[in-house]
């Protein structure tokens, strides 16, 4: 009983430590690397949190309602390209308010319908096989959800508990700081960059992209990570979303 105590108060104390860690970040990029680096404890290597967008958004603004992103870009690529969201059993789940779940009991929750199961099998293809996700409300009333996964999860009863309690921190504390991006002053991007946004954002690949702007895919790919890093963003596609809602590109 007493080394279960200690094992407990130890998890605790780690717990609070990181949620220090996270109120003290000044990016969404930032809360996401201590998330991984919490996350490694429950062998979980990706992470993805955000408001559901209105039905029938379209790809752009499905991706800007994302606030934490550390999820397997190729994939999100296809997700929302392909229209996943709204076919989707674990946003199907969160948009129901449920408990938070694992992946594995999805099939127990809600009728897995050949779709669902289809995007569930395809996102194994990018190492996502097993995944925890916390339904939440925000203080608008809307639906949000908080994913995350690996190829194998560890979780345990008094995991689950903690995690929830770190998403709901993490959440608030990228709703925050996303509020204060949308309400700065839109980033500068010089007219390269913007040219290479604006075809990224077209679906254009890295090479299409050097193609059409008759540079190398060195120089092409240099633009990109620029972008990024201006926009203080990890992935191509989150940067697209962020110049969307900044408006820098229509």
Known sequence: MARATAV???????TFEFLN?????????????HLLCYAKRLVATNLLAGPIPPPRALKREQVSHVLLDAWPEEWSERYFSNGYL??????RLV????????????????????????IMDEATEFGLCEGFTIPFVT???RAAGFS????????????????QFV?????GCAAILADGKRNSKPTHLSPRQSDVLRWASEGLTVDEIADRLNISRNTADTHLRLVRERLGVTSTIHAVAEAF??????
Not at 21 to 33: D, G, H, P, W
Not at 149 to 157: V, Y
Not at 167 to 171: D, M, V
């Open 8 to 14: 407990w108060r130890r998890r605790l104390d780690d």
């Open 21 to 33: 860690l996270v109120q003290k970040s000044s990016t969404q990029q930032e809360i996401c690397r």
């Open 86 to 91: 709204y076919r989707d059993p674990t946003i």
């Open 95 to 118: 948009n129901r308010g449920s408990s938070p779940f694992h992946w594995s009991e999805i099939d127990e929750m809600c009728r897995l319908c050949p779709h669902g199961q289809r």
């Open 139 to 141: 203080l608008e009333g």
């Open 148 to 163: 995350v996964a690996g190829e194998k999860l560890g979780l345990d009863s008094h995991d689950r508990l903690a995690l």
């Open 167 to 171: 998403a709901a921190c993490a959440f």
């Open 245 to 250: 809602r900044q408006g820098l590109i229509a």
